[in-house]
Nanobody
Framework: QVQLLESGGGLVQPGGSLRLSCTAS??????????MAWWRQAPGKQRDLVAS???????YYSGSARGRFTISKDNAKKTVYLQGDSLQPDDTAVYYC?????????????????WGQGTQVTVSS
């Protein structure tokens, strides 16, 4: 059983920065090979991958995120971070943390077994 707890969302002015955190609480057996990711969903749109990172530390970024978002993790804390810079109104969305027990760098949300509740990020002046 896994619970993912996100934090760090809020209101950001255009051009500003934000750092999101997601901590995994696992009980029972947890495979060593996994991928944690940040997805986002704007109103009326599908859920899109922002970035992912494997347990081995390999990051992957979607085209729209590359250069403005940075994903990182702290294995000891079982926490993954998403740093977003130069944020624009189009980045407004609910951001979700997700966990898959495999190495995966694609954009199929059904691959991920566990999801957090989401944290709202609003970019507006």
């Amino acid at each position: 059983q896994v619970q993912l707890l996100e934090s760090g969302g809020g209101l950001v002015q255009p051009g500003g920065s934000l750092r999101l955190s997601c901590t995994a609480s696992e009980t029972g057996f947890s495979p060593s090979r996994n991928t944690m990711a940040w997805w986002r969903q704007a109103p009326g749109k599908q859920r899109d991958l922002v970035a992912s990172i494997t347990s081995g530390g390999t990051p992957y970024y979607s085209g729209s995120a590359r250069g403005r978002f940075t994903i990182s993790k702290d294995n000891a804390k079982k926490t993954v971070y998403l740093q977003g810079d130069s944020l624009q109104p189009d980045d407004t969305a609910v951001y979700y943390c997700a966990l898959a027990y495999r190495y995966y760098s694609g954009n199929r949300p059904d691959i991920y077994e566990y999801w957090g509740q989401g944290t709202q990020v609003t970019v507006s002046s």
